[in-house]
C-alpha cells in the first residue's frame, strides 16, 4: 500500500514537473492574454508612445498582446523614492516592446526587473587596467544588465516619449542591450544564424570602421558618436535611429538599415506612412 502510494506521489510530482518546464508559462500566457486590454493602459499607450499611434489596428492589437505579458511578468522597482505608477509601467513596457512588435515575446523571457529613478542617477564601480583598480563613477540615464535588469531614469524616459523625431530613446536603447545579450555576450550581434548572420557580421563590421573614419576625420557622422564605443552600443544606437529617425538612416545606410529590418522584422518607414 506505502509503495503503492509513493508511486502515485512520484508520477503525480514528475507530471507537475513536465507541465511546470513545458506548459505552464504557455498555459499562463494564454490566461492573461484572455483579460481584456485595459481601456486606461490604450489611452497611455495612445498619450505617450508616439509609433504607437502610427500603426495600423493589427499592429496596435499585437502591440497591445506584447505589453499586456510584459507587465504581468516583469516587476518593476521606483528608486531614489520614486513612485511607479500605472503610467510610467505603460510608458516603458509600450517602447519595449516596439522591439519585438513583430520579434517572438520570448526574446524578454529573460528580462526581469525593471528600476526607475526619478532622473539621471549617480553610479560608482570600479574598472581595473591590470594593474590599478580605480573607483568610478558617473552620471547615467539608464543601463542594461546581463543578469536581466534593466535600470532606467524617469526624465530621460520622458523626454524620448515626447520627441518622436529625436534620434535618441534611451528605452530603446536599454533593451536593445538586452536583445543583444541573449546569446550571452554583449557584442552588438543578436543571435543570428546562417547567411543572415554572415551578413550582419560584414555590414555591421564596415558601418562600424566607416563610423570610426569620420569621426576620425571630424566629419558630420551618420550616427551619434556614442555609438562608436563599442559594438554593443554601436547597436544599442543603431536601434534608437531604426526606430526614430528611419527615413535617415535608411537614406545614409541603406544596407545598415536592410540588416535591421531583417532583424527586427518590421520597416519603420512604413509603418509611419500609415498615420
Ligand atoms: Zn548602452
Redesign the pocket.
Known sequence: MAATTFGLFAVLLIAGCVFHLFFYRTWRRNRELNEPFPASWRQLLEDRVPLYRALDTSRKRALERRVQLFLAEKSFYGCDGFEVDEGVRVTIAGHACLLILARPYSDYDEVRSILVYPDAYHATGTESDGYVVSETSEIRAG??STHGQVVLAWTECEEAASNPDSPHNVIL??FA?QLDYLDGSADGAPPLSGEQARRWQSTMTDAYEHLLNTLEHHDQPWLDPYGATEP??FF?VLTEAFFQTPASLKASQPAVFGALKDYYRLDPTSLRQQT
Do not use: D, L, Y
Open positions: 543601463e542594461a536603447h536599454e542591450h554593443a552600443e544599442a
